[in-house]
Structures are given as structure tokens and as C-alpha cells.
């Protein structure tokens, strides 16, 4: 397994109300090749963690116009479009859109799963992304901070303890 | 090239012993008696206990390995000892390369018995210092595959299917003519001796998917309804029940539905260029429609 380090995880609230977050590690070989299946790989890996994460409590169901992350097999807590793969110049990403669900306001936004290559001998970065995210459980604009507290103390802990996971799984070459 | 083909006379061996006959010299090693002919000398030998496996082995150069247990109670020690008597019968004859078709999905920690059983196999053969080449593999789309049936079997049978939410997982199955291509390619093949290759099909899907698209080829629309709870063990009594795949072959490939069988890289795409097989064409073709 190749050791994982240099974890750094940071989120704002940007003008326009939505949310980005971001959570990286570094390590000293490619968890994916830079290929398709390299890319898709990403993503399978990162589904797997949240299931794995939650005791199959969570889970992605698929069809062809995109996946819904659903709450023991029945509510859709967010449903996102197909993956969209990347690959090329040292950088190889699976990105979702986020098209709805009980924990998204709206739709609008997108997870991305990526690893950057600083080429040979360096070090690759392995990264999820969430941007222009809308959550539900969040506080608005105004209002007391107490009422995000779904959001800050559950789903924001959440997200990032799934991401280390997704990240260790990667590492170990195991996902 | 002289080749040995263990499990000659499963799904996957019958084709690729054609492709391998083409080229080389082939003994075919089942248990049971086999008419010689088309090139390829039987042999009966039992990787099991062993018996024969010496002399199915001898003077050979590369060695094909394609049996497993499923359906034995504890098919997963069966397996281990299968593996290693034709590792250590394939060192002493000094066979140059041992080519094993195993699992994707196997490295997980959760890994089902069966996919685990499957990495294991590989790491058993090359325990006695042959270089081993392994192509790990979903779902082998084609007449007689296990998987395939048990699909084909829950399609014909049922209008409604209750289903475990491991419907949802996604997976690659792969043409079993294209597998056999990729078999046939990496035996002899210097770019292959001690890899392990990831050999997925041109097309990642959801079990609930590759049954849908099974049903439209046969002109049904089943109504599938996802449960949480429903266990592997139950899931393998009710396939034994609807399918003609008995519950002991069926249990270990219900456990491995949780498991993602989806290829991690293209390598082998790399190293034997062709075009793959599409689902739907793989599946007409085993469901006989060409």
C-alpha cells in the first residue's frame, strides 16, 4: 500500500450561496492509469466508499442518464448526471453533476474525483471537489447559524470522513 | 510452442482451444475421457488430487489454468489445492509461463468468498516460481457461463424480480470470444509472462442494466424491485428456485454482486489491439441468435 500524507481539506461559501469544498492527499505513485478506465475507475472507487463507508446504508444506483445516491434503497438524498471522463496531460478525473435530491436545494453544481500527476519522480494528488453545491441542510443567507447545523456538524463530517476513505481505498489499489 | 490447457472442457476452454490449435501444440486436460481430434491431444488428469497432472504437463511450455470449484461446499480450499499441485507439477516440468483467468473485483477487504477465491488461485499458481499471467474478468458473456445463465435463467422466468440493491453494482462483462482472443494472445506472449491484466468488455453496467438489455433482446420488460434486505443467502435459494443454476453455484456469484467488477486499466486493450464485442451483440450471440 502506498502511504498516504499530506491531507488537506478546506470549504467556503462562495457569492453566489453555493458551497465548494475540497479534500486532497499526496502520494508517491499513481493510484489510476491515465486512460478511460482509469477515469471511470475514480468514480466506481468513489461509490463504493461511500457504501462501504455507511455499511451499504448509502448506496449509487445507476441507469443510463446518471446515478441517484439513495438512503437504504428508498429516498434519493442526491441524484447526479453520467460521469464524465477525463484523461490527458497528468490529469485524470471522473466529474458528476449534481441534478437534485433531497439533500441539494436545487440542482446546480458537480463532485469531482481527480489525480494530478506532477510527473516522474514527483509527487500525484489525489482530490475530491465539490463545487458550486447547494445543500439543503445548510443555513440561507441571513439566517442563524444554528440552522445549518444539519449540514455543518453531519453532512460536511460526513463527506470528508467518506473522502478518506475513497482515498485509502485508492492508495491500497484495492477499491 | 507446446500448450496445456487445464479445464479444457468448460465454457471457456472449448474456446480457446480452437484459437490456441491454430498456432500450437495442445493437450486438453479434462477429468473425464475426451475424443481426440481437431489437432488437440485429451488428457485425463484431476488438478484436485493431482493424479496425471505430471505427465498432462510434461514437455509443455505455457500452461493455461481455468478450473475452479464453484458449487463444492468448500470450494474455496479445493481451489487452493488445485492451484498448487499444478504449480509445483508446472515448475518441475519446467513450463516457461502458467496463463490463469481470474476475477475482477478480488482485491477489495470485502471481497466475496468466491472473488477472493479467485485472487488466491492466482497467487497459489505462481507460488512455485512460474511466472504467472493473469487476466482478471467480470461476467463471461456467452452459452454455458454460469453468471450468464443465472441472469438468462432470472429474464426468462420471472415478470417481477425482487432483487437485492446489488443490482445497482456496476460491472464489465466481457464477449466470451473476445476473452478467449486475449487468452489465446498472452500465452508465449514476453509482454504478458508475470503480468496481471484487467480484461474488461467495451461496456460498464449495472446488473439491473445488462438485465434489462437481456429482456429487450428477448422482447420482455421484467419489473425489477430493489429490497435492502434481502441476504445472499436467500437471493441464492430463490435463483435456485427460478433459474436452472443450483444455490451452491449461485450463492458465491450473489456475493460477489456487492463487489464494483469493473476494469482499473487498458493494458491489455493496449497490448492486443482489436475491437471488442458490444453486450448486445455478445449476448444474441449466446442466446443462440447467431
Known sequence: MTALHGWEANERVLESGGFESRQRVLLSRLAVETSEAGARWLG????????????GGVRATWRDDGGRLRLLGGATLLGFGPPELRYGDGIVSCRYSIEGGLLALRAGGSVTLAQRSEGEGGEHELSVTVEEYLPSLAARVGAPWWTGALYAKGQSPFHSAVSRRYFELLARGSA | ???????????????LLPLLAEEHEVVAVSRGPHDTGDGIRWVEADVASGEG?????????????????L???????????AARNVSREAARAGVEQIVYL??????????SPHLRSRRETGERLASDGVPVTILRAAMVVGKGSAAFETILGLVKRLPVMITPSWVSTPTQPIALEDIARYLA?????????????DAGGPEVMTYRQMIERIAALLGKRPRIVEVPVLTPALSALWLELVTPVSASVARPLVEGLRNPTVAREERLQRLLPFR???????AWRALGGC
Open chain 2, 185 to 197: 494472445g498472452v500465452g508465449g506472449n514476453d509482454a504478458a509472462v508475470g503480468e496481471v491484466f
Open chain 2, 71 to 81: 458449487g463444492a461446499r468448500d470450494f474455496e480450499r479445493q481451489d487452493r489445492e
Open chain 2, 276 to 282: 471488442l464485442t458490444p453486450f448486445d451483440d455478445a
Open chain 2, 1 to 15: 510452442m507446446r500448450v496445456t490447457v487445464f479445464g479444457a472442457s468448460g465454457v471457456i476452454g472449448q474456446a
Open chain 2, 102 to 111: 481470474g476475477g475482477l473485483g478480488g482485491g477489495d477487504e470485502h471481497a
Open chain 1, 44 to 55: 466506481v472507487a468513489y461509490w463504493q466508499a461511500v457504501g462501504d463507508f455507511t455499511r
Open chain 2, 53 to 69: 497432472v505430471a505427465d498432462a504437463l510434461e514437455q509443455a511450455d505455457v500452461a493455461y489454468y481455468l478450473v475452479h470449484s
